[in-house]
């Protein structure tokens, strides 16, 4: 079974500071991983995944995430945040075997940038 | 390209009464998935369509949700006798074939109270 961990419920910081979500997992089989963005009154919309290749992966709007097998980590960062940003955050893994698409999510972290 | 759609946005609902929600996926789409997010939790997986067919359920809470994508289009999924426990978001997501290489496009989710 997977399960996931996002440490942090709620991280508030100013604009233009740097910022990491914490994400953790664990998994009996490899997986695949994915950080989603739900901005306000909108569904949830991919920001970035990890399939293979470089452990690290970045999004269009400057995110980054990195993969650390030995720690179970695909923590998310920024070196300098928008207001724009503010939204909340979902870690979620999927079951690298698998043929079906089935997402399994952490409980979210809510980032709120403040000017 | 218009994106996955649900109906109703919000719905209030007395314990024991009847609810049907809605997701229209975007065209082309065969996979089909809803997901469920309780308050301050995960979002949990409930089951995937494959065109009209029920891929995996094992989601499923129990027999009060019934699930249906009829003609492999829009899907429902009613709640009845809905408990207060039901009481969450409800999330829609859409993909192309196959499921496990396709990003999953959600919904903005409808918002079930039952009081």
């Known amino acids: 079974a997977q399960s996931v961990t996002q440490l942090d419920s709620q991280v508030p910081v100013f604009e233009e500071a740097p910022v990491e979500l914490r994400c953790n997992y664990s998994s009996s089989v490899s997986v695949y991983l994915f950080w989603y963005v739900q901005y306000p009154n909108q569904g949830l919309q991919l920001l970035l995944k990890?399939?293979?290749?470089?452990?690290l992966v970045e999004s269009i709007n400057g995110f980054e995430a990195e993969f650390n097998k030995s720690q179970t980590s695909f923590h998310l960062r920024k070196p300098s945040v928008h207001i724009s940003d503010t939204a909340e955050y979902f870690c979620?893994?999927?079951?690298?075997?698998?043929?079906?698409?089935?997402?399994?999510f952490g409980r979210g972290t809510q980032l709120t940038v403040w000017p | 390209e218009a994106g996955v759609t649900q109906f109703p946005s919000h719905s209030v609902i007395e314990k024991g009464q009847t609810v049907t929600l809605r997701c229209d996926p975007i065209s082309g789409h065969d996979n089909l998935y809803w997901y469920r997010r309780v308050m301050g939790k995960e979002i949990k997986f409930l089951l995937h369509?494959?065109?009209?067919?029920?891929?995996?359920e094992s989601g499923m809470p129990n027999n009060r949700f019934l699930a249906e994508r009829t003609g492999g289009t829009y899907s429902t999924l009613k709640v009845q006798p809905a408990e207060l426990e039901d009481s969450g978001v409800y999330f829609c997501?859409?993909?192309?074939?196959?499921?496990?290489?396709?990003?999953?496009?959600f919904g903005p989710g409808t918002r079930l109270t039952v009081t």
């Open positions: 369509f494959v065109k009209e067919s029920k891929q995996d």
């Open positions: 979620a893994v999927r079951n690298r075997g698998s043929t079906l698409g089935r997402l399994y």
């Open positions: 990890y399939l293979s290749g470089s452990t």
């Open positions: 997501a859409s993909s192309l074939s196959p499921p496990a290489t396709y990003e999953q496009y």
